[in-house]
């Protein structure tokens, strides 16, 4: 999951320099943090950004605004998340302003993995 938000984040900033060109130097930021009963992993990047109207359209299968694409990515990534309890949403202030992709993922969903993975290791 982290890794495909990664590689959208570069995308994006890959786009934006095709496209406008970039102004400042190429910045993707990954943050966590706990807020509540979830943990908060956001992926901040300063590419091409998010149009307000397509901030709804970009979970759903086969959406892609690459030229090469399946578009399912970002679908795939919400089903896992929301499969999971937790969610996924964007957040941009449209062409050129950059994207925070936010993930919430339940503090049970981590911790239950996270004794299941200890538990493995001890075997």
Known sequence: MLVNL???A???IDDLEKTAG???KPRIQIRSYVHED???IDVIDNGIGIEEKRLKIIFAAGYTTKEVGS?????SIANFIIG???QIYPISAGNGKGTTMRVKM???SVALKSVADEREAQV
């Open 10 to 12: 570069i995308e994006a």
């Open 84 to 86: 999971s309890g937790g």
């Open 71 to 75: 578009g399912l990515g970002l679908h």
């Open 38 to 40: 979830y943990l908060v």
């Open 106 to 108: 339940r503090l049970a």
């Open 22 to 24: 970039v102004r400042e």
């Open 6 to 8: 990664i590689k959208n």
